[in-house]
């Protein structure tokens, strides 16, 4: 039985500005590093939680810069500022920092949050459901090689409605978190959106795994409205070119359906 997320271990500890990732932000890549997906739902909350203003605000953009390795087990600072006030959108920028050093940068676009009648046909262009979570099937996958803790295999969980780890090329995901962003707290529709939409290079990879790295050094999440539900849907594909770059995109859902668009750049070179 999986215990529940208010139970689960968080992804990260913290006292005040303070985070330490936790062994359930571990990445793929290296056992000593975060997987993007924890840091993007940490600064996904740092932006939702900066200085309001009054106002109702909507998060309908993240940027996430990861500059530098984010180490796990290491005490992490994290300080936001509002770079761009106002009442209809203002700017939310954030620093994640290991002592001096810069590994995460986040910017957040917010737009305020009213009732705004508009006719049908404005909404997103229609596009074929994803099956939904229940019918996707659940798939475990230790991405690492090494049989360690992980946030691929350990806080979250994937459904593939098409797809799967094991085959090259697109692919379509239902995601939930199951550890919480840190205790006590259930995760925004925001935070599992950024921890979702990390995974677009990865589930919809099409180099061989053993053969090549495809990184993302970013992450850019655009959100039409608030995500709604614990599951996050990804309609996702990777595109790579000979110079050594590509390009992971994702169109992204919730129960009432579409909802935004992830992108990331890749790096990508030989093992």
């Known amino acids: ?90 700017l939310v920028g954030g620093v994640l920092r290991d002592g001096d ?33 229940e019918s996707a099937t659940w798939v475990q996958h230790d991405m690492t090689g090494m049989g360690l803790v992980a946030f691929h295999s350990h806080a979250c969980e994937h ?7 094991d085959e090259p090329g697109p692919a379509e995901v239902w995601i939930r978190l199951t550890s919480p962003v840190v205790a006590d707290e259930m995760p925004s529709g925001t935070q599992s959106a950024a921890a979702a939409a990390d995974f677009g290079n990865g589930v919809s990879g099409a180099l061989p795994y053993d053969k090549f790295i495809f990184i993302n050094p970013d992450l850019t999440v655009y959100l039409t409205r608030p995500v709604q539900g614990e599951w996050v849907g990804m309609r996702s594909a990777s595109h790579y070119s000979s110079v050594g770059s590509g390009l992971a995109e994702s169109a992204l859902f919730d129960a009432n359906g579409r909802v935004g668009r992830s992108c990331q750049s890749l790096f990508v070179d030989p093992r």
């Not at 932000?25 to 600064?43: I, K």
């Not at 996430?64 to 390795?69: C, D, G, H, K, M």
């Not at 957040?108 to 404005?122: F, G, H, K, N, Q």
């Open 1 to 90: 039985m999986m215990t529940p997320i208010s139970e689960a271990t968080p992804l990260f500890d913290h006292k005040g500005s303070t985070y330490t990732a936790t062994e359930m932000a571990r990445g793929p890549w290296d056992p000593r590093h975060c997987h993007g997906g924890p840091v993007g739902a940490l600064l996904a909350r740092a932006a939702e939680q900066a200085d309001d203003g009054g106002v109702d605000w909507h998060v309908a953009r993240l940027t996430i810069e990861l500059t530098r390795p984010v180490p796990v087990l290491t005490p992490l600072e994290l300080k936001v500022v509002v770079e761009r006030p106002g009442r209809k959108v203002s």
């Open 101 to 133: 050093t810069e590994v995460a940068i986040v910017r957040a676009l917010r737009i305020r949050s009213a009732d705004v009648a508009l006719p049908i046909e404005t909404d997103l262009p229609h596009e074929d459901p994803m099956a939904s979570p």
């Open 159 to 165: 459904r593939f409605a098409k797809g799967t780890w």
